[in-house]
Nanobody, 120 residues
């Protein structure tokens, strides 16, 4: 099985910064795309940023220029550096990974989520 464990959420004032980390562990042969999604109360889950194994990134328009995604393929980790945070960034942030397991089976996994709250 595969687990994604997130860390780094919390409470921060508007204009502040936070860094989220997600580590994948288990029966992993390789990981294709890793990314971060978020869900605010009463809203659907939305893409924040994703990164391929080759390092190609894609960001939601709302976070471009403020957030930066990176990954360490050797450690199966993905980071999200969040700067200039706004109250509208408040949400539960979820890590996601497209994993090829040692069996060769490709599956998609989610972390348990970490709360990010930005106060005005």
């Amino acid at each position: 099985q595969v687990q994604l464990v997130e860390s780094g959420g919390g409470l921060v004032q508007a204009g502040g910064s936070l860094r989220l980390s997600c580590a994948a562990s288990g029966s992993i042969r390789s990981i294709n795309t890793m990314g971060w999604y978020r869900q605010a109360p009463g809203k659907p889950r939305e893409l924040v940023a994703v990164i391929t194994s080759a390092g190609t990134t894609n960001y939601a328009d709302s976070v471009k220029g403020r957030f930066s995604i990176s990954r360490d393929n050797a450690k199966n980790t993905v980071l999200l550096q969040m700067n200039s945070l706004k109250p509208e960034d408040t949400a539960v942030y979820y890590c996601n990974a497209d994993v090829v397991r040692m069996t060769g089976i490709r599956s998609n996994y989610w972390g348990q989520g970490t709360q990010v709250t930005v106060s005005s």
